[in-house]
């Protein structure tokens, strides 16, 4: 699958000054997170199951 057909997200808690924010999209079975300073770049692309384990340690 292209990442260009994904629709992209940022956090609610980003700011308007641009630049320095991951994006994710997601997918039933993937989640994709790339940087937003270069939306054309590399991905980074994990499963459901090991985005909520890291979301949960980033959050403690």
């Known amino acids: 699958m292209s990442t260009e057909a994904l629709q ?3 956090s609610s808690y ?3 000054e641009g630049g320095a ?4 999209a997601t997918r039933p079975h993937t989640i994709h997170v ?3 300073k270069n939306p054309t770049g590399p991905t980074f692309t994990v499963s459901p199951e090991a ?3 890291f979301t949960d340690y980033a959050a403690r």
């Open 8 to 10: 992209w997200f940022k």
């Open 14 to 16: 980003s700011g308007s």
């Open 21 to 24: 924010c991951l994006e994710v």
């Open 34 to 36: 790339r940087d937003s």
């Open 51 to 53: 985005w909520v384990a």
